[in-house]
C-alpha cells in the first residue's frame, strides 16, 4: 500500500565530510578520536545560529512559526542515546516553553496509542536517521496529524525524507559504536531549538534567554579544559575495570546523564550497570550495595547537591567505592576520587558531565583490551525492528 504523507517542506542542504574526519588521526580508536572531537562538532552545531544580539536563525523552520502557539504538547520520540539526548533536554523545554514535554523510546511509542493531534509537535531524534524503530514512530505521528520535525546527523538520511522539518547537528561522521558528540550535538542543537521557539513565542525571560545563549556558546571551551585533564578518570577506570557492576546516580537532570554514561559502560565494557534516580536507592537497589560496588554520582545542581550528598553517605557506609562528578564546592565526605567541572546553567549541564563518563567508559574498555570502535552483538545502525 503507497501512503502519502502530504506537503514536505525541504531546502538543499551540502554535506561537509571529508576523509580526515573518517580516519583515525593520531588516535588508536575511532571512540576516542570522537570524544576529543565533541568541541569542534559543537562549534559546527552552533555555527550561525546563536547570535548574542538577534533571535537564534533556523531559516529551515520559518514555516512552523506562526504554528507555534498552537502546539500544547510535545513528544520527544528516540531510541539508545538518542533517546537520552531527549530526557537530558526535557526540562529546558519545560521551563522555557511552558508545555509539557514527553519523551518515549520510539519502540514503545509505537504500541502505546499515543494522543496525538494536530496540536502535537514531534520531535525525531536520531543520529543515524536510519533507526527503523524511530522511522515507525515518526509514521505514526504523521499520520496521526502530527507536525514532525527531526534532529538527525546524516544529511538525506531516511528520517529526514519523512519528516516535515529536518535540523542537522552537523557534528561529522560518527565511526565508533557508542554514540558520543552524536549525543552532545544533540543536546546542542535542540537547545538551541529550545530558545528559537522561547524567542519566537515570548515565552521565557530575556534575562533567562541571554544567560543560556552565552553559555552555550563556550560549552566548547569547556569541555576542552575537561578533556585536557584526565588523569583522575584514568586511574579510577583502572580500579572500577575488573568490577562485576557499576551504579550511576544522580537527581534531576544528573538522573539524565547517569542514564547515558550506564549505557556507554554497558556497550564498551560489557559490565553490568545500573542508572538511578540517588533518592530511589533506598527503595530496592542500595540491598546490592557491598563492599567495593562502585558508584559514580554526578552533581551538578545546586539546589539538589545536599540531598545527594545524603544519598552517596548512604552506599560509603555499605562500603561502596565512591567517584563524583561535580562542579559545585562540595564539603568534605569519604568518596575515594573527585572530578571537578566548569559550572554552567544546570538546564545544559549534561553537556558537560557526560564527558568524563564517556572517558571512564573508554579507559575501562582499554583496560580491559576490547574493541571499543565495534562491541559485540551491536550495529552502528538499527535498522530492523
Ligand atoms: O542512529 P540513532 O541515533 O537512531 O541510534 C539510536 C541508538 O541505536 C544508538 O544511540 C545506540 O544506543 C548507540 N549505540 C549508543 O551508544
Request: aromatic share 6%; hydrophobic share 40%.
Given at each position: 500500500?503507497?501512503?502519502?504523507?502530504?506537503?514536505?517542506?525541504?531546502?538543499?542542504?551540502?554535506?561537509?565530510?571529508?576523509?580526515?574526519?573518517?580516519?583515525?588521526?593520531?588516535?588508536?580508536?575511532?571512540?576516542?578520536?570522537?570524544?576529543?572531537?565533541?568541541?569542534?562538532?559543537?562549534?559546527?552545531?552552533?555555527?550561525?545560529?546563536?547570535?548574542?544580539?538577534?533571535?537564534?536563525?533556523?531559516?529551515?523552520l520559518e514555516d512552523i512559526k506562526k504554528i507555534l502557539g498552537t502546539f500544547d504538547h510535545i513528544y520527544m520520540v528516540a531510541c539508545g542515546t538518542a533517546m537520552h539526548a531527549g530526557i537530558a533536554v526535557k526540562k529546558l523545554y519545560e521551563k522555557l516553553l511552558n508545555i509539557p514535554v514527553t519523551v518515549e523510546i520510539a519502540s514503545e511509542f509505537r504500541y502505546q496509542n499515543p494522543i496525538i493531534n494536530k496540536k502535537t509537535l514531534a520531535i525525531f531524534i536520531s543520529q543515524s536517521g536510519e533507526t527503523?524503530?524511530?522511522?515507525?514512530?515518526?509514521?505514526?505521528?504523521?499520520?496521526?496529524?502530527?507536525?514532525?520535525?527531526c534532529i538527525s546527523n546524516v544529511i538525506g538520511s531516511t528520517i529526514t525524507r519523512y519528516s516535515d522539518y529536518s535540523l542537522y547537528t552537523h557534528a561529522g561522521p560518527e565511526i565508533a559504536v557508542a554514540s558520543t558528540k552524536a549525543y552532545t550535538s544533540q543536546i546542542m542543537l535542540l537547545g538551541i531549538l529550545a530558545i528559537y521557539f522561547a524567542e519566537n513565542m515570548q515565552s521565557a525571560p530575556e534575562s533567562i534567554i541571554k544567560e543560556l545563549k552565552e553559555e552555550l556558546l563556550i560549552i566548547p571551551n569547556k569541555i576542552n579544559e575537561i578533556l585536557n585533564n584526565t588523569q583522575t578518570i584514568k586511574s579510577f577506570a583502572k580500579e572500577a575495570a575488573n568490577k562485576k557492576d557499576v551504579f550511576?546516580?544522580?537527581?534531576?537532570?544528573?538522573?539524565?546523564?547517569?542514564?547515558?554514561?550506564?549505557?556507554?559502560?554497558?556497550?564498551?565494557?560489557?559490565?553490568?550497570?545500573?542508572?538511578?534516580?540517588?533518592?530511589?536507592?533506598?527503595?530496592?537497589?542500595?540491598?546490592?550495595?557491598?563492599?567495593?560496588?562502585?558508584?559514580?554520582?554526578?552533581?551538578?545542581?545546586?539546589?539538589?547537591?545536599?540531598?545527594?550528598?545524603?544519598?552517596?553517605?548512604?552506599?560509603?557506609?555499605?562500603?561502596?567505592?565512591?567517584?563524583?562528578?561535580?562542579?559545585?564546592?562540595l564539603p568534605d565526605f569519604d568518596y575515594n576520587e573527585i572530578i571537578h567541572i566548569?559550572?554552567?546553567?544546570?538546564?545544559?549541564?549534561?553537556?558537560?558531565?557526560?564527558?568524563?563518563?564517556?572517558?571512564?567508559?573508554?579507559?575501562?574498555?582499554?583496560?580491559?583490551?576490547?574493541?571499543?570502535?565495534?562491541?559485540?552483538?551491536?550495529?552502528?545502525?538499527?535498522t530492523v525492528e
Open positions: 500500500m503507497i501512503k502519502i504523507f502530504g506537503k514536505i517542506n525541504k531546502s538543499l542542504t551540502k554535506g561537509n565530510w571529508n576523509t580526515t574526519l573518517s580516519s583515525k588521526n593520531e588516535f588508536d580508536d575511532f571512540m576516542l578520536k570522537e570524544i576529543y572531537e565533541q568541541p569542534s562538532a559543537l562549534k559546527e552545531t552552533i555555527e550561525s545560529r546563536i547570535n548574542l544580539n538577534k533571535p537564534c536563525n533556523f531559516n529551515e527503523a524503530d524511530t522511522i515507525a514512530a515518526l509514521k505514526l505521528a504523521k499520520e496521526k496529524n502530527a507536525t514532525t520535525i550511576f546516580i544522580g537527581r534531576g537532570i544528573d538522573y539524565a546523564v547517569a542514564l547515558e554514561g550506564s549505557l556507554k559502560l554497558k556497550e564498551i565494557s560489557y559490565i553490568h550497570s545500573e542508572a538511578y534516580p540517588s533518592g530511589e536507592l533506598k527503595h530496592g537497589p542500595i540491598a546490592l550495595i557491598e563492599n567495593g560496588t562502585i558508584v559514580v554520582s554526578i552533581i551538578t545542581d545546586s539546589n539538589l547537591a545536599e540531598k545527594s550528598i545524603n544519598n552517596v553517605q548512604e552506599v560509603i557506609t555499605r562500603g561502596a567505592n565512591v567517584f563524583v562528578i561535580t562542579n559545585q564546592e566548569p559550572k554552567t546553567n544546570t538546564l545544559i549541564s549534561p553537556m558537560l558531565s557526560i564527558i568524563p563518563l564517556q572517558l571512564f567508559s573508554y579507559y575501562i574498555a582499554k583496560e580491559k583490551k576490547l574493541d571499543v570502535d565495534k562491541p559485540r552483538n551491536l550495529a552502528k545502525s538499527v
